[in-house]
């Protein structure tokens, strides 16, 4: 079974501080996602990586960065924390090999992050 | 522009009651999958869908691709059902996924 595995389910952080959200997989995939999850909006991709070291940004990137230094661990970065980041982040990944089972994203269980 | 809508938005039914999720979407797609969220927001892939017709125990669900809509059906329906169901498709050869804003379904006991 695929695992996707988020560093902490809830996390309380004040404005302006910096943020480190860690996401690990156990699948040898080469794609990795970050979302956020705000009620009535849907899932939002903020960034992807295809491999490690490279990113590519998502629909809503504005306040965030990644770091991918080994294939198995995203991390999701927000420099400077805002009330407006209060949300659920969910990470996933994917194999990049062209086949069914190649297409399919596992999710990790979500960190509810509150900023105040 | 790109769509993913699904519909109803809201389903309240009784347990048993079999039920119809729809995901209309604007464009061909490499990849369509549904999922399916709990209560405590983990989600659970259900099918990898980009046409034809799966099933799995209680669930199946059919793509017809040609005319750009996914359903997924849910019969006797079990409190363990509850959830929000998303629908997402990648429309370019991307790995990225469009969502659904997901149909909310509460079964009652």
């Known amino acids: 079974d695929v695992k996707v595995t988020q560093s902490s389910r809830y996390l309380v952080k004040r404005t302006g501080e910096k943020v480190f959200l860690e996401c690990v997989q156990d699948?040898?995939?080469?794609?990795m996602f970050w979302y956020r999850q705000d009620p009535g909006l849907g899932l939002r991709l903020i960034y992807f990586?295809?491999?490690?070291?490279?990113?590519e940004k998502g629909d809503i990137p504005e306040g965030y960065s990644v770091s991918r230094e080994k294939k198995e661990r995203f991390s999701l970065i927000l420099e400077s924390a805002s009330t407006n980041q209060t949300s659920m982040y969910l990470c996933?990944?994917?194999?990049?090999?062209?086949?069914?089972?190649?297409?399919?994203?596992?999710f990790g269980p979500g960190t509810r992050l509150t900023v105040t | 522009g790109i769509q993913v809508e699904q519909s109803p938005p809201d389903l309240i039914l009784q347990e048993g009651a079999n039920s119809t999720l729809r995901c209309n979407f604007s464009?061909?797609?490499?990849?369509l999958q549904w999922f399916h969220q709990n209560p405590w927001g983990q989600l659970i892939n259900l099918f990898y869908?980009?046409?034809?017709?799966k099933q799995n125990g209680r669930l199946s669900a059919t793509t017809v691709a040609t005319e750009r809509y996914s359903l997924l059906y849910i019969s006797s329906s079990q409190t363990t059902d509850s959830g929000v169901y998303f629908c997402?498709?990648?429309?370019?050869?991307?790995?990225?996924?469009?969502w659904g804003a997901g149909t909310k379904l509460i079964i009652k006991p």
């Open positions: 996933a990944s994917s194999s990049a090999v062209r086949g069914e089972a190649s297409y399919e994203q596992y």
């Open positions: 699948m040898d995939h080469e794609n």
């Open positions: 990586s295809y491999d490690v070291k490279m990113k």
């Open positions: 464009d061909s797609v490499n990849n």
């Open positions: 869908i980009p046409s034809g017709t």
């Open positions: 997402a498709v990648e429309f370019q050869s991307n790995y990225q996924l469009i």
